[in-house]
């Protein structure tokens, strides 16, 4: 790369546990030094711009019937406020990848499903309506807000009730064989659907965490049930629909046994062919090689996070919680993740409603008392990514000398390079941003995440 490309200012945006409460703070211009070599007694973070990894689709979080109501519910100022700050795209965090259940979840207002009679496998009283009341509202008020198209996972927690062995939704139990293929009509049923509202959908996950039997929404799957439910009603349904175009997603569970499940339905060619990747959850322990594992061995296939959230309440001013999100993100990026699926966009101030009591943190909380805000510091974790690093991005090489300095890197389409580096640790670090020939040296102080922006660093 010709030395005139190379970028002489670096714009630089941080959040510290210690600055007084400022998030996403834009700090003075950091000046690339090329007119002689980088120090040698610093540790550094290097960036390689030409050696390029995995695209990227885009950041974003989920629509819920929770979130949706506790947004109806706020005035219309906060309202908006909630919309401009995760998806307007030079404004906000320009979420652009989200995902939505099918039927209900712990985190509607109670159990429901969109084709509720008995014995209906034509689906003929199969209905949305349900959806109309909050949930669609709350899509069609971010896709105004938003300057990109809203990309939307749909997942189910749980098939109707009467397709299931144990008869209820929640509890786990299975689907019914003689109901496979009404319930793979189902996802006809409801992308056709929500099409017809002007919302299309991006892709399906088969189930939404197939080894958890929960006292919520919840149903069993195998990955040999997984592998034949996809092979043999789910992936043809979808083809003799005219809807092969839209990308199945399976597992959508934790790390933990991601690589038995995909090694289960990746070797069956039949199922694999309509198969776009595997989704997964931060729950239970990291496995972040696990991520690793699967991309070296089916390269071809995509990863994608597709739920990941503080258990067990708000977490009201926890700095921990925004630490867990940038760590993850900052590994499952580095591993060939393309895009970054958050949990509930917005809760209530206990972390509700959840109809099982299941409470759970969001970024943003809302104050059902006062309809007041309440941004966690997660949100802006959140934001030193997806408020930098570009739906169509590609990732890119880049490394620390330090352990104690986490970072990833990409390369945006207008050529920018935004590298996020995080410190969990109690003290200040003091290190060289190296590109190529380039330098300049920063500080990132303790318990803090930054990013910095570089233009011009490479083409398209």
Same mark, same amino acid.
Request: aromatic content about 10%; some cysteine.
């Given at each position: 790369?010709?030395?005139?490309?190379?970028?002489?200012?670096?714009?630089?945006?941080?959040?510290?546990?210690?600055?007084?409460?400022?998030?996403?703070?834009?700090?003075?211009?950091?000046?690339?030094?090329?007119?002689?070599?980088?120090?040698?007694?610093?540790?550094?973070?290097?960036?390689?711009? +030409?050696?390029?990894?995995?695209?990227?689709?885009?950041?974003?979080?989920?629509?819920? @019937?929770?979130?949706?109501?506790?947004? $109806?519910?706020?005035?219309?100022? $906060?309202? %908006?406020?909630?919309?401009?700050?995760?998806?307007?795209?030079?404004?906000?965090?320009? /979420?652009?990848?989200?995902?939505?259940?099918?039927?209900?979840? +712990?985190?509607?207002?109670?159990?429901?499903?969109?084709?509720?009679?008995?014995?209906?496998?034509?689906?003929?009283?199969?209905?949305?309506?349900?959806?109309?009341?909050?949930?669609?509202?709350?899509? $069609?008020?971010?896709?105004?807000?938003?300057?990109?198209?809203?990309?939307?996972?749909?997942?189910?927690?749980?098939?109707?009730?009467?397709?299931?062995?144990?008869?209820?939704?929640?509890?786990? #139990?299975?689907?019914?064989?003689?109901?496979?293929?009404?319930?793979?009509?189902?996802?006809?049923?409801?992308?056709?659907?929500?099409?017809? @509202?002007?919302?299309?959908?991006? &892709?399906?996950?088969?189930?939404?965490?197939?080894?958890?039997?929960?006292?919520?929404?919840? *149903?069993? /799957?195998?990955? %040999?049930? @997984?592998?034949?439910?996809?092979?043999?009603?789910?992936?043809?349904?979808?083809?003799?629909?005219?809807?092969?175009?839209?990308?199945?997603?399976?597992?959508?569970?934790?790390? +933990?046994?991601?690589? @038995?499940?995909?090694?289960?339905?990746?070797?069956?060619?039949?199922?694999?062919?309509?198969?776009? #990747?595997?989704?997964?959850?931060?729950?239970?322990?990291?496995?972040?090689?696990?991520?690793?594992?699967?991309?070296?061995?089916?390269?071809?296939?995509?990863?994608?996070?597709?739920? #990941?959230?503080?258990? &067990?309440?708000?977490?009201? &001013?926890?700095?921990?919680?925004? %630490?867990?999100?940038?760590?993850?993100?900052?590994?499952?990026?580095?591993?060939?993740?393309? #895009?970054?699926?958050?949990?509930?966009?917005?809760?209530?101030?206990?972390?509700?409603?959840?109809?099982?009591?299941?409470?759970?943190?969001?970024?943003?909380?809302?104050?059902?008392?006062?309809?007041?805000?309440?941004?966690?510091?997660?949100?802006? /974790?959140?934001?030193?990514?997806?408020?930098?690093?570009?739906?169509?991005?590609?990732?890119?090489?880049?490394?620390?000398?330090?352990?104690?300095?986490?970072?990833?890197?990409?390369?945006?389409?207008?050529?920018?390079?935004?590298?996020?580096?995080?410190?969990?640790?109690? $003290?200040?670090?003091?290190?060289?941003?190296?590109?190529?020939?380039?330098? *300049?040296?920063? %500080?990132?102080?303790?318990?803090?995440?930054?990013?910095?922006?570089?233009?011009?660093?490479?083409?398209?």
């Amino acid at each position: 790369m010709p030395h005139s490309a190379t970028p002489t200012l670096v714009q630089h945006y941080l959040t510290a546990k210690d600055s007084g409460g400022q998030h996403l703070a834009v700090q003075p211009n950091l000046a690339m030094d090329r007119s002689k070599p980088a120090p040698l007694d610093l540790p550094h973070v290097l960036v390689n711009p +030409d050696r390029k990894f995995q695209g990227l689709l885009g950041f974003g979080a989920a629509f819920t @019937e929770a979130a949706a109501t506790v947004w $109806k519910a706020l005035p219309q100022e $906060k309202a %908006e406020q909630v919309l401009r700050d995760y998806f307007h795209p030079i404004q906000g965090h320009g /979420y652009s990848l989200c995902r939505v259940h099918m039927n209900s979840c +712990d985190f509607a207002l109670g159990n429901y499903a969109h084709a509720d009679m008995p014995g209906d496998v034509d689906l003929k009283h199969f209905t949305i309506d349900r959806d109309r009341e909050a949930l669609l509202p709350f899509i $069609k008020a971010a896709q105004k807000v938003s300057a990109r198209p809203l990309q939307l996972l749909v997942s189910p927690w749980s098939p109707p009730a009467w397709m299931k062995s144990n008869g209820t939704m929640n509890n786990g #139990g299975k689907l019914l064989p003689e109901y496979a293929a009404a319930w793979a009509q189902c996802f006809v049923r409801f992308i056709r659907a929500y099409e017809a @509202e002007g919302v299309p959908v991006w &892709g399906v996950s088969v189930q939404n965490e197939p080894m958890a039997t929960q006292r919520w929404d919840s *149903c069993i /799957y195998t990955a %040999e049930e @997984e592998r034949d439910f996809v092979r043999d009603h789910l992936g043809p349904a979808l083809q003799n629909a005219g809807l092969g175009h839209i990308n199945i997603v399976i597992w959508d569970h934790n790390r +933990d046994l991601m690589v @038995e499940r995909v090694s289960v339905v990746y070797s069956d060619p039949q199922a694999a062919q309509y198969v776009w #990747g595997c989704g997964f959850h931060w729950y239970g322990e990291d496995h972040f090689d696990h991520v690793q594992l699967v991309h070296d061995a089916w390269p071809d296939k995509a990863l994608l996070f597709t739920e #990941g959230c503080q258990e &067990g309440g708000p977490h009201h &001013g926890s700095w921990a919680l925004g %630490e867990r999100y940038g760590r993850s993100m900052i590994n499952d990026l580095n591993r060939w993740t393309t #895009g970054w699926i958050d949990w509930n966009l917005l809760l209530n101030e206990t972390g509700g409603p959840n109809h099982v009591g299941n409470l759970c943190s969001a970024p943003i909380l809302a104050d059902g008392a006062t309809g007041n805000l309440l941004h966690q510091n997660s949100f802006a /974790y959140i934001g030193h990514f997806s408020r930098f690093i570009q739906p169509g991005a590609r990732r890119v090489l880049c490394a620390a000398s330090i352990h104690d300095l986490e970072t990833t890197a990409f390369v945006n389409p207008d050529g920018s390079a935004a590298v996020v580096v995080m410190n969990r640790t109690e $003290k200040t670090l003091t290190f060289t941003l190296r590109l190529k020939d380039s330098h *300049c040296a920063t %500080e990132l102080p303790a318990r803090a995440i930054a990013t910095y922006v570089l233009a011009g660093c490479a083409a398209p």
